[in-house]
């Protein structure tokens, strides 16, 4: 795993923690949420060229990932789209604080 995305879970993990509202969830059920939740983002954003300069477009990415997760976690489904929303308001918070984030 390269360091950046150690860097991304951890901050991540730290922010979901904080918030506490998925304390409910299983530690192994809750870091396999959270590694999934990532591991889809990376390959949607492979999928649509975002590495490549493409716009990241939030709406499809949250439905992708939502519908993606849902389907790997069907008895956690009534968590999934909050733990969607926040993944990607920390993972935003993530990229803003070491400036990789560019607003159009």
């Known amino acids: 795993m390269e360091q950046s ?3 991304a879970k951890d901050y991540i993990e730290k922010c979901f923690l904080e918030q506490g509202d998925f304390a409910i969830l299983p530690p192994d059920v ?3 949420m959270l590694a999934r939740v990532m591991e ?3 390959t949607f ?3 649509t060229g975002v590495n490549e300069g493409a716009v990241y477009d939030d709406d499809k990415a ?5 519908e993606k997760l849902t ?3 069907p008895r956690e489904k009534m968590y999934c789209m909050r733990f969607v929303e926040d993944y990607m308001d920390y993972q935003e918070r993530y990229l803003s604080s070491i400036g ?4 159009e």
């Open 71 to 73: 389907a790997d976690f």
């Open 62 to 66: 949250f439905d992708h990932l939502l």
């Open 5 to 7: 995305e150690t860097t």
């Open 30 to 32: 809750f870091n396999a």
């Open 100 to 103: 990789a984030l560019e607003w």
């Open 40 to 42: 889809l983002d990376e």
């Open 45 to 47: 954003m492979k999928d």
